[in-house]
């Protein structure tokens, strides 16, 4: 698996900012990394939930083959992906043109293959992404 960087995301989340920026926030899915820290991730999913987001469309991903599947199943009209920058850009190779967003997990906290630590993410962040 290629490494991604916070560079790569960002070009990412530039390129298909427009058209994500046009879907309704009930046709979007939601894919959170499950080695983000559960406290985290319940903010997360009150705060997508206030916001107009399905609970249906939320979903705790362990990989990018979880989310190809997802993808597949669901057919969404966009995608937010919370994870690191690898399972981020590895999972968005799946989307055939769906438009989406990544947030990346705080690389300084992220546990990699361990699990030991939960990873942080910047919430300012998330919620900037849930509202557009």
Do not use: W
């Amino acid at each position: 698996m290629p490494k991604y960087t916070f560079e790569d995301v960002e070009k990412f989340n530039q390129n298909h900012l427009e058209k994500f920026t046009l879907t309704k926030k009930p046709e979007r899915i939601i894919f959170i990394s499950d080695c983000l820290e559960p406290t985290l991730t319940q903010i997360i999913i009150k705060m997508a939930l206030k916001n107009g987001y399905l609970e249906e469309n939320i979903f705790i991903a362990g990989g990018p083959h979880f989310a190809e599947e997802k993808i597949a199943e669901y057919q969404p009209l966009a995608v937010i992906g919370i994870a690191c920058a690898t399972e981020i850009m590895s999972s968005f190779n799946y989307l055939n043109n769906i438009p989406a967003q990544g947030i990346m997990l705080d690389p300084a906290k992220c546990p990699g293959k361990s699990h030991e630590q939960e990873s942080k993410v910047d919430l300012d962040e998330v919620k900037r992404i849930l509202l557009l």
